[in-house]
C-alpha cells in the first residue's frame, strides 16, 4: 500500500474519533403530570438506554420545564437534560446548536415540535434524519402549514394507534410509508405495583362495596373525557345497585362544575373526588376498584386504560381514537358507542353484577399488557425505528460522504 494512501487512512481515522455519535431529544415537558409527559420520560429513558448500548451520547432538552440543568429518576437510573422556561427561542437556538454538533438522529417528542427538527436538519445536514412522535388530539385537526410541512418531511412519524396513523396520513399530508406504530408502554414500576397490590396504601377516603373508577385531568378544555356521563350513570343505577360509588382521580379546573353536577343528581356522596394523590395511592385505586371507565371520544391512545388492565381490572371505553387497539369487546372490558348514556349505564351494570365476567375480562387484560405494553417492548420498537433512520450506521461511511 502506498504512503499516500496510508496518509489519507490516518486522516479518516483522526476524523472518525473525533464524531461524536448523538443522539438529540426535543421534549415539550418532562417533569409534569400526564400521559404527554409520562410517555416524554419513558422515551428519554428508552433513548439513553440503547445510546449507551450502541456507544452514543444523548442530548436532551424540553420546552416547558424550569430552567437550566434538570433530571428525573427511572429505575435506577438518573435521565438528565436542560429546561427552557417557556422560552421558544431559546429552545429553538439550543436545537439547532446541537445540530451543528455532530447530532446524527433527532427526535422531536410531540408534533409542535417538528419546526425545531426540521430546523436542525437545515442548519447542519440535509442528511440530518429527524423523527416525529404524535400522541392523538393535537393531530386530529390541520396543524399550522409550517407545523404540517415539517411534519411531513421528517423520516418517519410515529403513532401510538392506528387511529392517530390514519389522522397523520389523512388529516396531516404524511406519507402512509413514513408512518409507524408506536404503542406507549406501563412503566416498569407500575407492573411492579400491579403484582404486589396488597402493600399499596388507599386514599382515606376511599369508598367500601362496588367501585367505578376513572383517572383523568378534569379541565374544561377536555370535558370530552365524559366524567359527567359517569356521574350520571351513578345515579340511574343506584337505584339497582345500592352500594355503588364512583372515584375521580385527577385534579382540574372543571372539578367545581362536576361537583354541582352531582348535588344536582343527588349522588355526591356516591361520588368521591380524589385530586393530588401520590402515584402509589392511584395504583391502589386501580388495585381496589371492581372496574375501571373512561368513556372519552377524544383519546389517541389511553395509558389509563393499559394501568387498569395491568391490576387486571376489566375497562370501558368509547369505540372511537385510540381505545379500539386497546379494548377489545367482550374480552378485556367493554366497547360503548359515542355519547351513548343508556349504553354506558348497561355496560356498567352487565360488569358490576358479574363477578365472573369481571374477572375474565381483567385476567385477559393483564395478559394483554405484559405481552404488548411493557417497556422492553417499547424500547426495542423504538430501537428498530432508530435503525431505519440510521442508528449505528459506519461513522467511517460516513467521513468518507463528505
Known sequence: ??????????????????????????????????????????????????????????????????????SFGFENRNIQFHGFGRSKVKFVLSAISLARKDASIAIAAHPH????????????????????????????????????????HASLALAPSSDTAHRLAK???????????????????????AEQPSRLSLPKDFPQ???????????????????????RAVAQLKSTI?????????????????????????VSNLVKFLGGIPREEIAACYAQCDTFALPSTGEGFGLVYLEAMAFAKPVIGVACG?????????????????HNLSRLVEGLGTLLGNTTLRRECGLRGAEIVRQRYCFETFESELEHILAECGLDCSPYLSVLAK
Not at 178 to 185: D, H, N, Q, S, V
Not at 217 to 222: K, Q
Not at 322 to 338: E, Y
Open 1 to 70: 500500500m502506498s504512503e499516500g494512501v496510508y496518509s489519507s487512512l490516518s486522516v479518516t481515522a483522526t476524523r472518525f474519533r473525533s464524531i461524536e455519535r448523538k443522539i438529540v431529544g426535543l421534549f415539550p415537558e418532562l417533569l409534569g403530570v400526564g400521559g404527554i409527559q409520562e410517555v416524554g420520560r419513558q422515551t428519554a429513558s428508552a433513548l439513553a438506554d440503547i445510546a449507551t448500548r450502541h456507544k452514543y451520547s444523548t442530548h436532551f432538552i424540553a420546552l416547558n420545564d424550569p430552567p437550566g440543568t434538570q
Open 113 to 152: 415540535l417538528a419546526v425545531p427538527a426540521i430546523w436542525m436538519k437545515m442548519a447542519s445536514s440535509p442528511r440530518l434524519p429527524y423523527i416525529v412522535m404524535s400522541h392523538g388530539v393535537e393531530v386530529w385537526s390541520a396543524l399550522p402549514s409550517i407545523t404540517r410541512y415539517a411534519l411531513s
Open 171 to 193: 388529516i396531516q399530508g404524511v406519507a402512509d410509508d413514513k408512518i409507524r406504530k408506536l404503542a406507549w408502554p406501563v412503566t416498569p414500576e407500575f407492573l411492579r405495583m
Open 209 to 231: 362495596g362496588k367501585v367505578i373508577l376513572t383517572v383523568g385531568r378534569s379541565i374544561a378544555s377536555e370535558q370530552y373525557k365524559g366524567t359527567d356521563a359517569l356521574i
Open 242 to 266: 345500592p352500594d355503588i360509588s364512583l372515584v375521580v382521580v385527577g385534579t382540574g379546573d372543571d372539578l367545581p362544575r362536576l361537583r354541582s353536577l352531582s348535588y344536582d343528581l343527588g
Open 322 to 338: 385510540g381505545v379500539t387497539d386497546l379494548i377489545q369487546n367482550g374480552v378485556n372490558g367493554l366497547l360503548i358507542p359515542p
